[in-house]
């Protein structure tokens, strides 16, 4: 399993931006999907955007569409999410997570992202975004 450390989170005010970061080892990164998910209290864990081992696509739940931008640096194995314009209701701890290996790509991407908060998972332990309004 991909091992993660994410980082940059923090405390902002509504209509700012952070990027957070997610390093990782033990595996093999551009050999996986990868993407970011989020939990708040007293709402179900939700993904927010995935993205390809070749960056050819990304995936975004449609409250990020716009605001949002995933990227991934395979040579440094690091994965990122910028997050611009934020919202109050984008205030969670958020995780970044290996929702598949590359060969499962067919199967679509917000398939594969979705799945990953279907299930069980060793989730890393997050950073926490808070956004006052």
């Given at each position: 399993q991909v091992q993660v450390m994410e980082?940059?989170?923090g405390l902002v005010q509504a209509g700012g931006s952070l990027t957070l970061s997610c390093t990782t080892s033990g595996a093999t990164f551009s050999d996986y999907v990868m993407g970011w998910f989020r939990?708040?209290?007293g709402k179900e864990r939700e993904e927010v955007s995935c993205i390809?081992?070749?960056?050819?696509?990304a995936y975004y739940l449609d409250s990020g569409k716009?605001?949002?931008?995933?990227s991934r640096d395979n040579d440094n194995n690091t994965l990122f999410l910028r997050?611009?314009?934020l919202?109050?209701?984008d205030t969670a701890r958020?995780?970044?997570a290996a929702p598949?290996?590359?060969?499962?790509?067919?199967?679509g991407l917000r398939f594969l992202c979705q799945r990953l908060t279907w299930h069980s998972y060793n989730w890393g332990q997050g950073t926490q975004v808070t956004v006052s309004s």
């Open positions: 980082s940059g989170g939990w708040a209290p390809t081992s070749s960056v050819e696509k716009g605001r949002f931008i995933i997050m611009n314009n919202k109050p209701e958020y995780y970044c598949a290996p590359r060969g499962e790509e067919n199967y």
